[in-house]
């Protein structure tokens, strides 16, 4: 409710376990995978960054300023969510641990990991895309397509935006394509993973709307004949 993100938590087990298992069993190196900065916008200085280090929470706000403390309470205790807890940052330092983004090194092409996955056995999405562009994305959660959903309220752009992005970068797609296909799937409002999501929260839909609408954008949407929209939208004949 306080940042609007499904993810937090996600994002607190990715970025922490990892880390603390090189720093218990001195490990030397950790390998992720695509730099964020690199693929879905950043800062020209923070695509230059090659490395996840403790000075990459403190400048980008990864967890929105929040803690493993914040989610202590009557039924999880500290110990319960150590596994979320980020290394010691003084260890971490002192075993000279590299922390690096493979991405930064080597073209970053999701149609590319696609074509090795599958040699291996990974199957895609029969249905389609989740949310977005790739039907092989964001697949692996029932909740990431929310968490995608709220770029829409608060920065006015999907999961879509980011995908053909891509498309563009890697010479599959022209920008026109891009616009055709947004223009045809819309906001993409993921209902069917909304509706889980309320389930596992134990609130009403109605509810979630209420938390969703404290984060619309008030510098990009404005209200016009009953309706939500942003002005001069980057295609004219948008349907809200």
Not at 116 to 144: M, S, W
Not at 201 to 218: D, G, K, Q, T
Request: glycine share 8%.
């Amino acid at each position: 409710m306080r940042v609007g993100d499904t993810a937090i938590h996600m994002h607190m087990a990715l970025y922490s376990i990892p880390l603390r298992i090189a720093v218990v069993l001195d490990i030397p190196l950790v390998v992720w995978g695509e730099s964020p900065h690199m693929e879905y916008g950043g800062s020209e200085e923070a695509r230059k960054f090659s490395t996840l280090d403790f000075g990459s929470f403190r400048r980008h706000g990864i967890l929105q300023g929040t803690s493993v403390d914040d989610w202590i309470d009557g039924e999880l205790s500290s110990k319960d969510l150590e596994a979320y807890r980020l290394p010691n940052e003084q260890q971490f330092q002192s075993k000279q641990i590299r922390s690096v983004f493979l991405g930064y090194y080597f073209p970053w092409d999701p149609e590319e990991s696609l074509r090795v996955a599958l040699k291996h056995g990974f199957q895609v999405r029969a249905e389609g895309p989740k949310t977005g562009y790739y039907n092989y994305a964001d697949i692996d959660c029932d909740f990431i397509s929310v968490h995608h959903y709220f770029k829409w309220l608060k920065f006015g752009f999907t999961r879509l935006f980011d995908n053909l992005a891509v498309e563009i970068r890697n010479g599959r797609m022209t920008r026109e394509q891009a616009l055709n296909i947004i223009g045809q799937r819309g906001e993409q409002a993921p209902h069917g993973d909304i509706a889980k999501l309320c389930a596992f929260l134990r609130i009403s839909r109605e509810h979630f709307w209420e938390i969703a609408e404290r984060f619309r954008n008030p510098a990009i949407w404005s209200r016009r004949n009953g309706k939500w929209v942003i002005e001069d939208f980057i295609i004219p004949d948008w349907k809200w």
